[in-house]
């Protein structure tokens, strides 16, 4: 059995036949060639295929894409503009970013955060990243790289306002 | 010098960094080719059996299946990995080992296919004994893993130094201990991966992110049966490695398949299957005796280590060499007495991960040295001080230390953590208790003690006509961002911006066949590769600049992408202008520099006695732990780590400082997390949730003190720094906890259940 479903990704309408039992994960990755998001563990435990589904972050991997019929979802590959930029550059120039697997996966996460919270406490970036998996770091950069995003978000918005 | 590049000390952060957190880097999992197919193994799920026979009629009638290879199909050669004597593997096998043990491979046009066919083979296994403990298996009578061979044990050494009797009698103090370290998972985030594709059945491409595709693909056209020209590796991008990505079975499978299938084929690991059949780092068993003067110099010491090779020997001859005698020149000890066996059992293979070794041996030396402190009364970093190993030493298996900072580390470390007043503060009863721990290792810059071929490292820089540069190398960047430290000094050399060089993946049609990243080779010895070929085109830049403006190379200097008479610095022409004078000189043929660098005075261990200068420099490190022990409920929480590195000079300090934050965080795993849990050989916790990897929440802050000793070797005195931040962690919690609570815990991890254990005995006592 195949479904139609019919999702906005990155702004764009999509619309296609999903198998039953399909996750978003694989649908983005093998059907449209969205790559940013990451298959680490296929079992929500890494975090490495985050997505944003109508703003929130996301386990792609334990979604079916079947679910997400009239959905608006965001892959790091939508994730463009000044302020998704500088939480990328915030990342690459503290050092939170090494092999990059799991980057994808945080950096919507932390978007996420920061639309919710602009300014985060130490404690509400640790919630927000906890269930991402980072090998290599040690995540403490990661840490500074949102604390540095903030300021400089903040400030922006400072003065266009 | 004729440069002013002045890169070198600077923490620029990664080149490739904006690509990999836009998502823009292509994995292998990502990567697509025409009529790609998609291939899974079938392993097994029997510790030791015989395969008796396999019926694969009803999964080939799996719509979208297009070709099924098994172990009974034909005669796979024999193999191990590149420079391992005994060859104790083969591609698919009739006799399984472990459970995750490789028997079929199917490819099919989709991954559910390909998983539903596994689920329609049919395999008839006849079960053998099989034996699971290191100690049981080297007993008389054991189960052999390997029918074939004597015994259970594929390697042992012996050797000894001084006179270990003699340091015994002299000692005022002898500890004697055993301890155990667990298996421990890397835990990269990518799966392994791997894509292959045939050129008329006669040349196989490999997509693989791997450490080292030279080494691997020597293993791997044995393992197939072909030639070493027949295997061309395109390196992929790296998520991840700890030295599990060195090389890996799955790469040749992903060949086999490929060419039986006559189309290109995927192939990716599910977690589970990472887990079961990864190579996770070689549990040992460590039984030590050390001896102590009454003025605390070392006296004497006797090591017998059992290390678990698990089904197949990989790499673990050489992790149990450097366990054996790494640790020995740590501090200044004359007589030495060491055993090591390595052990086959029917578990799963182990191989490199992060120190290669020096962390098992490490947590027991470290441990009993505070053991032997703690007899002796004194201060665990007064005792190493006393100890610790000099610049100019050579120490007793040869090794020529021509730098050395591990006073400089415990010193710095100690201070940083406020050693002396957290050391003394008073020891309550209550349920909450802090202690301090320091710990210390060395390591090596490259390591010649178990590859046959060669030490060093070769690179090639092409000049493009627009003055921009290309570095090809071997050595490969696992994302701790070797190829950022390779254009940092390329680009210092010839004065240009480090944006303006590009630094190659490794394509064994066109890169150096150097041997890898792994050893904490490649800033060492890559980075010397590269120096000296920016140097040599910078030279021939010179000349080129030399005629157009009619002077003498010798007069000539380049700074900021310009080459400049040094008397009339008006006579000048840019790096841009003589590369494309060069591009038409060369009709088209472009300006290349070659650099080789040979680590000098480095030889191969002798065969028994293990002596000999394995590596051109040795870098030394010290951690301090401070940790809070909760007496009622057994649970540590790391409340600091302070970690000192002499790293020889940091080529960039930001991303030199990732590694050791990065590294504690495994430190911290295997110090009171990681264990895969085993029961009759197989794996129980084979997932991220029940396998238990430090999360951010779990991190203390680390501070990192950055200890430049300037090694005469090292490009610009660099040494290896990514593995040696590792080893230190463990022991330092394990010391912080005794400090703590007075509870000495032999066996990684420390869990609540092994501390509570501790504490009731010692209570008791």
């Keep these: 059995m195949i479904d139609k479903v019919r999702i906005t990704v990155n702004g764009f309408q999509w619309e296609g036949r999903v198998k039953p039992g399909q996750t978003l994960l694989e649908v983005l990755r093998d059907t449209m060639g969205l790559t940013g998001a990451k298959k680490g563990c296929d079992q929500g435990e890494c975090g490495a295929c985050v997505v944003l589904l109508n703003g929130r972050p996301v386990n792609s991997c334990l979604i079916l894409a079947i679910d997400v019929d009239g959905d608006e979802v965001t892959t790091v590959e939508g994730l463009v503009g000044d302020e998704a930029g500088i939480i990328k550059e915030a990342f690459v ?69 | 010098m004729s440069v002013s590049g002045e890169l070198i000390g600077k923490g620029l952060p990664l080149l490739d960094g904006l690509e990999k957190v836009a998502g823009k880097v292509v994995f292998t999992a990502d990567l697509k080719l025409p009529g790609m197919l998609c291939a899974r193994a079938l392993r097994s799920p029997h510790a030791h059996a015989r395969v008796r026979e396999i019926d694969v009629s009803r999964a080939k009638k799996v719509t979208g299946v297009r070709a099924i290879v098994t172990g009974l199909d034909m005669s796979f050669p024999k193999y191990s990995v590149a420079g391992q ?26 991954d559910d296919a390909a998983a539903e066919a596994l689920h329609a083979i049919r395999v008839e296994y006849e079960e053998l004994p099989a034996v699971f403990d290191s100690l049981e298996a080297m007993a008389p009578g054991a189960p052999l893993v390997h029918g074939d061979q004597e015994s259970n044990i594929p390697h042992k050494m012996e050797f000894s130094r001084g006179d270990v009797d003699r340091g015994f009698k002299e000692s005022a103090v002898i500890v004697e201990e055993s301890f155990r370290t667990p298996l421990q998972y890397h835990g990269y985030l990518e799966p392994h991966a791997a894509v292959a594709q045939w050129e008329a059945g006669e040349k196989v491409t490999l997509w693989i992110p791997m450490q080292s595709p030279t080494l691997g693909r020597i293993t791997y056209s044995t393992a197939l049966g072909v030639r070493e020209d027949q295997v061309r590796i395109i390196q992929m991008p790296i998520g991840g490695a700890f030295g599990g990505k060195l090389e890996y079975k799955l790469h040749a499978l992903c060949a086999l398949i490929s060419r ?40 004497a010491k006797e090591t017998e280590i059992v290390a678990d090779s698990g089904a197949y020997v990989n790499y673990a001859h050489g992790i149990l060499l450097s366990a054996c005698h790494r640790h020995d020149n740590l501090y200044r000890i004359q007589n030495l007495r ?21 962390p098992q041996i490490h947590f027991a030396y470290e441990s009993i040295l505070d053991m032997a402190a703690a007899e002796l009364n004194m201060d665990p970093v007064e005792f190493r001080l006393r100890n610790a190993t000099q610049t100019g030493d050579i120490t007793p298996h040869g090794w020529k230390v021509l730098s050395c900072g591990l006073s400089d580390c415990i010193r710095q470390s100690a201070q940083a953590a406020d050693w002396g007043k957290k050391r003394r503060a008073e020891r309550s009863g209550e349920r909450f208790a802090r202690g301090v721990g320091i710990a210390c290792c060395l390591h090596v810059s490259g390591n010649r ?242 396998y238990n990897m430090p999360r951010i929440k779990d991190m203390p802050p680390v501070k990192s003190i950055l200890i430049e000793s300037d090694d005469p070797n090292g490009p610009y005195g660099a040494k290896g720094l990514a593995e040696p931040a590792l080893t230190p962690t463990a022991p330092a919690i394990a010391n912080a906890i005794y400090h703590a609570v007075g509870a000495r815990i032999r066996e990684l991890p420390i869990t609540p259940e092994k501390l509570l254990a501790a504490l009731r005995e010692k209570d008791g006592k």
């Design chain 1, 93 to 161: 120039q503290a050092g939170a970013v090494q092999c990059g697997f799991c980057s994808p996966g945080m950096i919507l996460a932390v978007k996420a955060l920061l639309d919710q919270s602009p300014d985060p406490a130490a404690e509400d970036v640790e919630e927000a990243i906890s269930g991402h998996l980072c090998r290599c770091t040690g995540y403490s950069r990661i840490v500074q790289a949102v604390k540095q995003a903030a300021v400089k978000l903040n400030s922006m918005k400072g003065t266009e306002g």
């Design chain 2, 85 to 110: 004597p005994v060859l104790d593997e083969r591609l698919l096998t009739r006799e399984v080992r472990y459970i995750g043990d490789e028997v079929a491979v199917v490819a099919a046009v989709d």
């Design chain 2, 260 to 299: 039986v299938a006559g189309q290109p084929v995927k192939m990716v690991n599910t977690r589970e299957e990472d887990f079961r059949a990864g190579l996770p780092r070689v549990p040992m068993r460590v039984r030590m005796k050390l001896g102590v003067r009454r003025d605390g110099t070392l006296a």
């Design chain 2, 338 to 358: 060491t055993k090591g066996f390595l052990v086959y059992t029917n578990k799963v293979a182990t191989g490199c991960f992060r120190g290669f070794g020096n």
């Design chain 2, 449 to 690: 003690t178990f590859l046959p071929f060669f030490d060093g490292a070769s690179s090639y820089i092409r000049i493009n006509e627009q003055g921009r540069a290309i570095v090809f190398i071997g050595e490969t960047d696992l994302g701790q961002g070797a190829r950022t430290a390779f254009a940092q000094i390329a680009a210092h050399e010839l004065s240009i911006a480090p944006e303006d060089v590009s630094v190659s993946m490794v394509d064994t049609d066109i890169s150096p066949h150097g041997l890898g990243t792994f050893g904490d080779r490649a800033t060492t010895l890559g980075g010397n590769a590269v120096r000296l070929a920016a140097i040599d085109a910078r030279e021939k830049l010179f000349a080129i600049a030399a005629t157009q403006l009619a002077l003498a190379p010798g007069d000539l200097e380049v700074a900021s992408g310009k080459i400049y008479s040094k008397a009339e610095p008006e006579k000048n022409l840019t790096v841009a202008e003589a590369a494309k004078l060069g591009w038409a000189q060369l009709a088209g043929g472009l300006i290349t520099g070659h650099g080789v660098y040979f680590p000098p005075d480095v030889t191969m261990v002798d065969k028994k006695t293990k002596y000999g200068n394995i590596s051109c420099a040795y870098p030394f490190a010290a951690q301090v732990a401070e940790v809070e022990v909760d007496r009622m409920t057994g649970r540590v929480k790391v409340i600091s780590m302070v970690a000192a590195h002499d790293l020889g000079k940091a080529i960039n300090p930001l991303l030199a400082e990732g590694q050791i934050q990065g590294a504690v965080a495994q430190g911290i795993g295997f110090a009171l997390m990681e264990d895969m849990g085993l029961k009759d050989g197989k794996v129980r916790n084979c997932s991220f949730e029940r």
